[in-house]
Nanobody, 122 residues
């Protein structure tokens, strides 16, 4: 059974940092890209970062570039999202997801975690 479990969310003051973790199991972890998404109250879910399975290449949405860093530890089947200089607009539920196809993102994401809440107080 494919499982993705997020952790590390919480309440932090603006300007602070958090590190989210996404622990994966039930599939050949090294073959799939992993992405981080978030959904703020009243807004649609957006993709904020992704890391490939092959060469470790990364993607960031403009609003988090320079503040967030995605990484993966293949030995631990875990992807991390280091979030620095947090702003109130980063408040959201954060989800991780795996790519539907091995080695590419052509078919989107197929499995999602249940999310972890990040609240940034101003």
């Amino acid at each position: 059974e494919v499982q993705l479990v997020e952790s590390g969310g919480g309440l932090v003051q603006a300007g602070g940092s958090l590190r989210l973790s996404c622990a994966a199991s039930g599939f050949t972890y090294n073959d799939y890209a992993i992405g981080w998404f978030r959904q703020a109250p009243g807004k649609e879910r957006e993709e904020i970062s992704c890391i490939s399975s092959s060469d470790g290449s990364t993607y960031y949405v403009d609003s988090v570039k320079g503040r967030f860093t995605i990484s993966r530890d293949n030995a631990k089947n875990t992807v991390y999202l280091q979030m620095n200089s947090l702003k109130s607009e980063d408040t959201a539920v954060y989800y991780c997801a795996k790519s539907a196809s091995a080695g590419n993102l052509n078919d989107g994401m197929d499995y999602w975690g249940k999310g972890t809440l990040v609240t940034v107080s101003s």
